[in-house]
């Protein structure tokens, strides 16, 4: 039988805020343990928490950007469960009136645009880190984290594989990138998502028992885990079983998941209304100006580069939904670089490059106005393409300019002219039989001889202008 | 109608701990308490949106900026077990 795979996301985000979600303490990663600590963030008892207002902000900014209704009276309450990761016991969350809902998020995947339903965006603060002793006996608990504002991103169950939920967990990052409310760096956990799976027959309106995956760190082990959890249920469908509802936990050094809790054993969070924050009340006019704020989205970015540059639309798709490349692309264009020649160089060349070292674009060491220079020492027919490969080459190196280095590797290409006659002269000389053979219908005798006067001239000869030379006395 | 087995839950869920005669006395409190919360159930409240805060104050917010955290001597002093750098609690894998 078929089936049908079902997913939904739940994507935690840390905000780049300077300061925690509910005291002045900095938010910042990998200081030395519980030194950005305070009594609010480390629930000692009677304090006050208060509400850190870029928060609200950027929430507010990204449910926007991914087309959110804004709620008008929200509120914070308070969720209630006991880990040591969490001081005080309870985490401040926000439970029925999230700060944004209803939206939606357009990814491009195989060639084509599929809509993402987003049910809710909210605030809330995220727990400390715990490091288990191996002794087997203890954990150490670091508080720096705890208080760090997350915003929590749902989906609707709308991926219908792991590559869709892959596409849009890239494109999630790219947007949250672009409008600057998070740093979403993977190795650094700012970027965490939890997975809802389920399967059912091919044909079925209701949707199969779901299971929920925790603990996912990266996109490639968020794809291992669905693909796994996919698989695991159909398994157990196959075999007449039934899917329980349960949480599991992914373990990515294992590639398998394992069973947390069943339903039975579900948490009951006791959430109510927190009485130590006030509710949040955001105004028409503050949310146009958040709106203000947003800069150009990956999709626009995605439907300008196409009918403003005439970039294909596979083109497009690469680096509008890659915030570094299409910075680096625009910059190049302001500098005066042609669209489809840079759109080339960065999604060959670049990207090679880029891939085995396992950098991203804003890793790239050079200005874009270099690699403006190096595509018009092309256009300018100074250089051939191949020698502009090797220059690039080069550029990831070191700092020269590209004319620079040109000059240092003798690659600059030949087109004077009577330079040029003179070594097709010579060629032809010792060739004396090519032109009774080119007439003979023998014309790749043409390509023989334009490689000879390449190979006389060390590379350097311009093929463009060897060509006609070469042809020009084949048929005297 | 409270039961035991809703005392019990509840303590449960509070990590608390009770003998036999306790849960009795509580289930009779529970019982009352609730009882007396649920006479607000008689007001009429047709028309009046719910809330969460008595006093019509919203938007108590903070600035973002950066204030000194605590010394992590002074973070640790009233821990009951900790190190020289951390809180040490009883070791849990979830």
Same mark, same amino acid.
């Given at each position: 039988?078929?089936?049908?795979?079902?997913?939904?996301? *739940?994507?935690? /985000? $840390?905000? %780049? !805020? +300077?300061?925690?979600?509910? @005291? =002045?303490?900095?938010? *910042?990663?990998? /200081? $030395?343990? %519980? !030194? +950005?600590?305070?009594?609010? @963030? =480390?629930?000692?008892?009677?304090?006050?928490?208060?509400? %850190?207002? +870029?928060?609200?902000?950027? @929430?507010?900014?990204?449910?926007?950007?991914?087309?959110?209704?804004?709620?008008?009276?929200?509120?914070?309450?308070?969720?209630?469960?006991?880990?040591?990761?969490?001081?005080?016991?309870?985490?401040?969350?926000?439970?029925?009136?999230?700060?944004?809902?209803?939206?939606?998020?357009?990814?491009?995947?195989?060639?084509?645009?599929?809509?993402?339903?987003?049910?809710?965006?909210?605030?809330?603060?995220?727990?400390?880190?715990?490091?288990?002793?191996?002794?087997?006996?203890?954990?150490?608990?670091?508080?720096?984290?705890?208080?760090?504002?997350?915003?929590?991103?749902?989906?609707?169950?709308?991926?219908?594989?792991?590559?869709?939920?892959?596409?849009?967990?890239?494109t999630l990052r790219n947007i949250l990138l672009f409008i600057g409310v998070s740093d979403c760096k993977m190795q650094e956990g700012s970027l965490r998502c939890d997975v809802n799976?389920?399967?059912?027959?091919?044909?079925?309106k209701k949707l199969g028992t779901r299971s929920e995956m925790k603990n996912v760190g990266t996109f490639k082990g968020a794809v291992k885990a669905m693909e796994f959890e996919r698989?695991?249920?159909?398994?157990?469908?196959?075999?007449?079983?039934?899917?329980?509802?349960?949480?599991?936990?992914?373990?990515?050094?294992?590639?398998?998941?394992?069973?947390?809790?069943?339903?039975?054993?579900?948490?009951?969070?006791?959430?109510?209304?927190?009485?130590?924050?006030?509710?949040?009340?955001?105004?028409?006019?503050?949310?146009?100006?958040?709106?203000?704020?947003?800069?150009?989205?990956?999709?626009?970015?995605?439907?300008?580069?196409?009918?403003?540059?005439?970039?294909?639309?596979?083109?497009?798709?690469?680096?509008?939904?890659?915030?570094?490349?299409?910075?680096?692309?625009?910059?190049?264009?302001?500098?005066?670089?042609?669209?489809?020649?840079?759109?080339?160089?960065?999604?060959?060349?670049?990207?090679?490059?880029?891939?085995?070292?396992?950098?991203?674009?804003?890793?790239?060491?050079?200005?874009?106005?270099?690699?403006?220079?190096?595509?018009?020492?092309?256009?300018?027919?100074?250089?051939?393409?191949?020698?502009?490969?090797?220059?690039?080459?080069?550029?990831?190196?070191?700092?020269?300019?590209?004319?620079?280095?040109?000059?240092?590797?003798?690659?600059?290409?030949?087109?004077?002219?009577?330079?040029?006659?003179?070594?097709?002269?010579?060629?032809?000389?010792?060739?004396?039989?090519?032109?009774?053979?080119?007439?003979?219908?023998?014309?790749?005798?043409?390509?023989?001889?334009?490689?000879?006067?390449?190979?006389?001239?060390?590379?350097?000869?311009?093929?463009?202008?060897?060509?006609?030379?070469?042809?020009?006395?084949?048929?005297? | 109608?409270?039961?035991?087995?809703?005392?019990?839950?509840?303590?449960?869920?509070?990590?608390?701990?009770?003998?036999?005669?306790?849960?009795?006395?509580?289930?009779?409190?529970?019982?009352?308490?609730?009882?007396?919360?649920?006479?607000?159930?008689?007001?009429?409240?047709?028309?009046?949106?719910?809330?969460?805060?008595?006093?019509?104050?919203?938007?108590?917010?903070?600035?973002?900026?950066?204030?000194?955290?605590?010394?992590?001597?002074?973070?640790?002093?009233?821990?009951?077990?900790?190190?020289?750098?951390?809180?040490?609690?009883?070791?849990?894998?979830?």
């Amino acid at each position: 039988m078929n089936y049908e795979t079902v997913i939904g996301l *739940e994507v935690h /985000a $840390e905000l %780049n !805020t +300077k300061t925690k979600i509910y @005291c =002045s303490c900095a938010n *910042e990663f990998g /200081a $030395e343990p %519980n !030194t +950005k600590c305070c009594p609010i @963030c =480390s629930g000692m008892p009677g304090v006050l928490p208060s509400l %850190n207002e +870029k928060v609200v902000e950027s @929430c507010v900014k990204a449910g926007l950007a991914m087309n959110c209704e804004i709620t008008e009276y929200s509120k914070q309450d308070r969720k209630n469960y006991f880990y040591p990761d969490l001081p005080k016991a309870y985490q401040i969350s926000q439970f029925d009136l999230p700060l944004c809902h209803d939206g939606y998020v357009d990814i491009y995947v195989n060639g084509e645009t599929k809509r993402i339903g987003i049910t809710r965006i909210h605030i809330e603060e995220d727990a400390g880190k715990l490091i288990h002793g191996l002794d087997g006996k203890e954990s150490f608990a670091d508080y720096n984290r705890c208080g760090v504002p997350l915003i929590e991103i749902v989906t609707e169950p709308d991926f219908r594989s792991p590559e869709e939920a892959h596409v849009f967990l890239e494109t999630l990052r790219n947007i949250l990138l672009f409008i600057g409310v998070s740093d979403c760096k993977m190795q650094e956990g700012s970027l965490r998502c939890d997975v809802n799976v389920s399967v059912r027959p091919e044909g079925q309106k209701k949707l199969g028992t779901r299971s929920e995956m925790k603990n996912v760190g990266t996109f490639k082990g968020a794809v291992k885990a669905m693909e796994f959890e996919r698989d695991r249920q159909i398994a157990i469908l196959e075999q007449g079983g039934t899917i329980q509802q349960e949480t599991r936990r992914w373990d990515d050094a294992k590639g398998e998941s394992v069973l947390l809790r069943s339903k039975e054993d579900a948490h009951d969070y006791r959430y109510f209304p927190e009485p130590d924050i006030m509710p949040i009340h955001i105004q028409a006019e503050t949310v146009e100006e958040i709106r203000k704020t947003i800069p150009e989205l990956p999709n626009e970015k995605f439907k300008r580069y196409m009918d403003e540059y005439g970039l294909s639309e596979y083109d497009a798709s690469l680096i509008a939904f890659h915030i570094y490349f299409a910075e680096f692309f625009e910059k190049c264009i302001q500098e005066g670089g042609n669209p489809k020649a840079i759109s080339n160089w960065c999604l060959g060349d670049i990207s090679k490059i880029l891939k085995q070292k396992e950098q991203e674009a804003d890793a790239i060491p050079f200005a874009p106005k270099a690699l403006v220079e190096l595509t018009k020492l092309v256009e300018a027919d100074k250089i051939s393409n191949t020698s502009a490969k090797k220059v690039l080459d080069r550029m990831f190196e070191t700092d020269k300019s590209p004319e620079t280095l040109v000059e240092e590797m003798g690659l600059l290409q030949i087109s004077d002219n009577s330079f040029l006659e003179g070594i097709v002269d010579e060629v032809m000389a010792e060739n004396p039989d090519t032109p009774a053979q080119y007439k003979n219908g023998k014309t790749n005798v043409l390509g023989f001889l334009v490689g000879q006067v390449m190979k006389k001239s060390k590379g350097k000869a311009n093929p463009q202008m060897v060509n006609p030379m070469i042809k020009e006395r084949l048929e005297k | 109608m409270i039961t035991k087995e809703t005392v019990q839950y509840v303590a449960d869920l509070a990590r608390l701990s009770f003998d036999e005669t306790s849960i009795e006395k509580f289930t009779k409190d529970m019982e009352q308490i609730i009882g007396f919360a649920d006479k607000l159930g008689e007001l009429d409240t047709e028309g009046v949106n719910p809330t969460a805060h008595s006093v019509p104050v919203y938007n108590v917010f903070r600035e973002d900026e950066v204030k000194e955290s605590f010394p992590r001597n002074e973070i640790l002093k009233n821990a009951p077990e900790k190190d020289s750098e951390y809180f040490v609690v009883p070791k849990v894998v979830e």
